[in-house]
């Protein structure tokens, strides 16, 4: 076209402009996918929702890099492209460089040529698309997020106001027109539900989209009531991450499918394969991630790295507690994906992103002492406060912050054992104990208990804190229900009595000395354990510690009740009651 061709009559450049989107026609605007779409019936409803609502201009597909969002954007939009006559248009963004401008690129994909040299490229952009009615994807959007390119997204927007602006992005653009939509992963099933039978399932994408991978890496491979449970133990593992899947599949060529799962268990470095089909930047998950990790600032990679000591979701408290983390530091990193929250205000990382932080944070012993360090004294100052709320409604809610809990405090006391951090192990004990039958069933108690007891034996400190330790821990394991067919309950009362009687402090201990009269009694001495809980409650009456006369009171009348001081046991009862309302 030559110089100025068209400048003399603008109702001739209208029609060239029209004649070129039109010859454009047989050019396809949205790549073809080589492979089946498979499930996301939810999210593509969601997607057309938002993109048909005249309000919605500019939507951006938020989650962490393989979760799937440039194929269900792909999906969406060519579900949709017949809504918009002037054509739906791919414009890959993963090429460039960070911050680059992004006007090339917009104009290779709507296949836009410049046609005068003395008009601004971005001007004749924006006035091509001023009366178009046009649906734009700008795939990985976090490559090029900057001031500049924000900025012209929002002239588009203003310019030509039948445009529309679907985004894939790790990060979100942070703007007040913007719709989010965050993606997770592809469903799986999550809890030990049966999912034997004829195609069952087939109800969920995740393994779906595993099969189908697998075919074709493996042409005899099916789905069977052998292979399913490893099928689903890999999903799990990649928490419904398509390309974690998909990677996974490929190794069915050589590997079966409990081999697969056994290997991601231990290494994040597994999923990968060279198909040379696949980009080089998502041919590995550590690849996807060492993309993302490099759009961190340093101050979020340290924040991020500490954050993922944290097993499942953790609170605001505990992020700033352990990692320094205050709110808009956990609102910046889950605007890049990294952390998602729910409504209970819990925070959490998609595992793999979690694993892979987690590497980082090992490789660097100063950091990973102070974040071990700060965790376990987080955890046991938690246990601590809890046990200050044993009355009502409120043991309910701390039971169940408990129980979320769990996880975490097991990994910090395994710390304190290692590093014989004795007043955090008390402070833990203290916590635990007022709550202990709530657990009486849960096998974590002896991982719990078991490793303490090896370890506080094998030192025999002479702290009086440490022996007092060792033998509320033995009265605990006399309580678990792992040993109560065995004769060692009596052995383990004994040895807690020999110690408390060295240390001399049992009538200071409260609860622990209910717990052990009431041990005793079942399992030792029916009548001295009667005389253990009668002295016990008389100091806990001078003290006035309510909550503990009441449990108490109940332990004391059960033991009347066996040698059939029925009349005092039922006094007693009446007692615990009225104490425990009080």
């Known amino acids: ?38 499930g996301r019936n939810q999210e593509l409803e969601d997607v057309s929702q938002l993109l ?129 939509y965050a993606l997770a992963g592809m469903e799986y099933p999550a809890g030990d539900i049966d999912i034997q039978g004829k195609d069952r399932w087939q109800d969920f994408s995740a393994i779906v989209l595993f099969a189908q991978c697998a075919k074709r890496a493996n042409p005899s491979f099916d789905i069977s009531d052998q292979n399913l449970m490893h099928v689903v133990s890999i999903c799990r593992s990649v928490q419904g991450m398509p390309l974690g899947i998909e990677l996974a599949a ?35 998950l550590r690849a996807v991630f060492d993309t993302t990790w490099r759009y961190l600032t340093p101050e979020e990679q340290d924040i991020y790295q500490r954050l993922s000591i944290f097993q499942g979701s953790f609170t605001r408290e505990a992020a700033q507690a352990v990692a320094g983390a205050n709110l808009r530091d956990l609102a910046a990193l889950t605007h890049k994906s990294l952390l998602q929250h729910d409504e209970r205000g819990r925070y959490w990382s998609h595992e793999l992103l979690r694993q892979y932080a987690f590497d980082k944070l090992a490789s660097n012993m100063d950091i990973w002492w102070d974040v071990r360090d700060q965790h376990s004294s987080y955890y046991a100052a938690f246990l601590s406060r809890a046990s200050h709320k044993k009355t ?58 078991d490793p303490a007891i090896e370890m506080l034996e094998d030192e ?58 009431t041990t005793y009694g079942w399992y030792a001495d029916l009548h001295k354990g009667i005389e253990y809980l009668q002295k016990c409650l008389s100091i806990l009456r001078e003290n006035d510690q309510r909550w503990e006369i009441a449990v108490t009171e109940r332990m004391l009348a059960q033991l009347l009740f066996q040698i059939d001081d029925r009349n005092e046991a039922r006094k007693l009862a009446e007692e615990s009651t009225r104490h425990s309302w009080e």
């Open 52 to 180: 048909n609502d005249p309000t919605c201009r500019l939507l951006t597909l938020v989650g962490p890099g393989g979760i799937g969002k440039t194929r269900l954007a792909l999906q969406s939009a060519a579900s949709l492209q017949d809504n918009y006559p002037d054509g739906a248009f791919f414009v890959g963004l993963s090429a460039l460089s960070s911050g680059e401008d992004i006007l090339p690129a917009l104009a290779k994909g709507l296949h836009y040529t410049y046609y005068e040299q003395d008009s601004l490229p971005r001007q004749q952009i924006l006035n091509f698309l001023r009366n178009k009615k046009i649906l734009l994807l700008l795939d990985n959007f976090e490559h090029v997020i900057s001031n500049e390119n924000i900025q012209f997204l929002l002239e588009i927007l203003s310019t030509a106001y039948q445009v529309k602006i679907l985004i894939t992005s790790r990060a979100s653009l942070n703007l007040q027109g913007e719709n989010l």
């Open 460 to 517: 025999r400190s002479k702290e009086t804190l440490a022996n007092n330790l060792l033998a509320t821990l033995m009265v605990v394991k006399a309580n678990s229900y792992s040993e109560l067919t065995t004769g060692r309950p009596v052995q383990y009362c004994q040895r807690a009595e020999a110690i408390f009687k060295e240390t001399g402090s049992l009538p200071d201990l409260g609860i622990v000395y209910t717990l052990f009269g």
């Open 392 to 449: 009502g409604s409120q043991q309910t809610l701390v039971i169940n912050s408990i129980d979320l809990e769990l996880e975490k405090i097991t990994l910090g006391w395994h710390w304190m054992i290692i590093h014989q951090y004795y007043d955090q192990m008390w402070q833990v004990g203290q916590g635990m104990l007022p709550y202990l039958w709530t657990w009486f069933f849960n096998p974590v108690i002896d991982q719990l208990i």
């Open 1 to 38: 076209i030559r110089q100025g061709e068209f400048r003399r009559d603008p109702a001739q450049r209208v029609m060239f402009e029209k004649a070129r989107i039109d010859d454009q026609e047989s050019i396809s605007r949205l790549p073809v996918p080589l492979t089946p779409f498979v």
């Open 250 to 284: 490929t190794w069915l060529e050589v590997l079966s499918e409990y081999e697969i799962a056994e290997e991601i268990k231990h290494s994040l470095d597994f999923l990968e394969t060279d198909q040379r089909d696949i980009p080089i930047r998502q041919r590995s």
